[in-house]
């Protein structure tokens, strides 16, 4: 499995794994090309991909993650944290459903750590959303 950048071409398979993803922000496909979007990709098929974007200098968010649920549980996520580690400067922040406890223990795993919660983020204010960050450990 390799983790590249995304070119256009594929955007309709983000847009399938996203659908299959409903914990994942469901975008119109469009709204990738505003941002920087990795993809875990083996023999030609995407199994997941992580949308990003550098807010400053020395900080990042993660903004989208989804991995295909026929093949999760194989490090396709953990993939894909480490190349966001790689090519974002800074600090690196997302939000998370609090009820998400898979995407929470991964990003544990990943040595993301939490540090706030946004209560009634989610779900027309009844889900509360935990406030992750990961930390260089160049900076
Ligand atoms: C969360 C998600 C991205 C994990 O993807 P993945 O490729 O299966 O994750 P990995 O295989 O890299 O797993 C890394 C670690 O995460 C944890 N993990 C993954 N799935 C888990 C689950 N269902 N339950 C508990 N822990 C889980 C484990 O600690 C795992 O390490 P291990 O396999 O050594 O035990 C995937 O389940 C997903 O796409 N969920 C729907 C979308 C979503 O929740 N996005 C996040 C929005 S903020």
């Given at each position: 499995?390799?983790?590249?950048?995304?070119?256009?071409?594929?955007?309709?398979?983000?847009?399938?794994?996203?659908?299959?993803?409903?914990?994942?922000?469901?975008?119109?496909?469009?709204?990738?090309?505003?941002?920087?979007?990795?993809?875990?990709?083996?023999?030609?098929?995407?199994?997941?991909?992580?949308?990003?974007?550098?807010?400053?200098?020395?900080?990042?968010?993660?903004?989208?993650?989804?991995?295909?649920?026929?093949?999760?549980?194989?490090g396709?996520?953990?993939?894909?944290?480490?190349?966001?580690?790689?090519?974002?400067?800074?600090?690196?922040?997302?939000?998370?459903a609090?009820?998400?406890?898979?995407?929470?223990?991964?990003?544990?795993?990943m040595?993301?750590?939490?540090?706030?919660?946004?209560?009634?983020?989610?779900?027309?204010?009844?889900?509360?959303?935990?406030?992750?960050?990961?930390?260089?450990?160049?900076?």
């Open positions: 499995m390799t983790v590249r950048n995304a070119v256009e071409s594929d955007y309709p398979a983000i847009a399938r794994i996203q659908y299959r993803c409903p914990e994942a922000a469901q975008w119109p496909a469009g709204d990738y090309s505003n941002f920087r979007v990795l993809v875990a990709v083996a023999n030609g098929t995407l199994f997941g991909f992580c949308a990003w974007r550098q807010s400053m200098d020395d900080e990042a968010e993660l903004l989208n993650l989804g991995v295909d649920p026929d093949h999760r549980k194989r396709v996520a953990s993939a894909l944290l480490t190349a966001l580690e790689a090519a974002a400067k800074g600090t690196i922040y997302l939000e998370v609090e009820t998400n406890a898979p995407a929470i223990t991964a990003y544990h795993k040595g993301w750590e939490s540090i706030g919660v946004r209560r009634g983020y989610y779900s027309n204010g009844t889900v509360a959303a935990v406030v992750m960050r990961h930390t260089s450990r160049g900076t």
